[in-house]
């Protein structure tokens, strides 16, 4: 009998384990209800329309001034397809590696790439720069495709925090390793145009894995990037 709730005992405990490291993988993920793609992006847009003429409406607008009576399309139409495209994973890029043939192993970085996301909390932009580095691990990967993860990341409602663990992860999955980087530098205009109205404040995130744990070679992307 002892033996029987021992056995239970750790069923339970390897149960709570289980639901801790499902929460935390979890935890990377933009929250997303499981039929969060059920309807159809035309669906979507025409719901959304609806919504946001409700949204001006109640704000006191008038949606027959020829300025404004598209604007409730015009939106859902950005939100769907442009601003929140990356919420979609049929929108996830194909990454395009390519063969070493010069055995070039040394770290690679592409500095600059354009931010434009939007804060989950006010749906207000964030708008800044991501630095991105790797060290192959046998191929290399087409340049654009680094910026189109950065972007593909950002098109959906974030927290900057999020978005950077995404990129990584992102990057680590495309190119089979761990040694990755990833620091972004953001305005969020939830700071800069309203609340606190502190323009002049940026956030910066990062995410180290693999060799760039190393302070030796973090210290090298910092020195890159700098």
Known sequence: ???????????????????????????????????????????????????????????????????????????AKMYVKEIFSGLNPANKPKPTLFKNPYNYNQMLVERNIAVFSNCEHHFVPIVGKAHVAYISK?????????????????????????????????LKEALGTEDVAVIVDAH?????????????????????CGQFLQMETRNEFLKYID
């Open 188 to 208: 969020h205009h939830c700071v800069s145009s309203r609340g606190i109205r502190d323009a002049g404040s940026t956030t910066l995130t990062a995410e180290y």
């Open 1 to 75: 009998m002892i033996k029987n709730e021992a056995e239970n005992d750790l069923t339970v405990e390897q149960v709570v384990a289980d639901l801790e490291q499902e929460h935390y993988n979890s935890s990377f993920d933009t929250p997303l209800r499981p039929d969060a793609f059920e309807m159809d992006d035309e669906a979507k847009m025409e719901l959304i329309a609806k919504h946001f003429t409700a949204i001006m409406e109640t704000l006191g607008m008038d949606l027959d001034d020829d300025s404004l009576k598209d604007t409730p399309r015009r939106v």
């Open 138 to 170: 046998g191929k290399v990967i087409g340049l654009s495709k680094l910026n189109r993860i950065v972007q593909y990341c950002s098109q959906r409602p974030q927290v900057q925090e999020r978005l950077t663990i995404q990129i990584a992860n992102m």
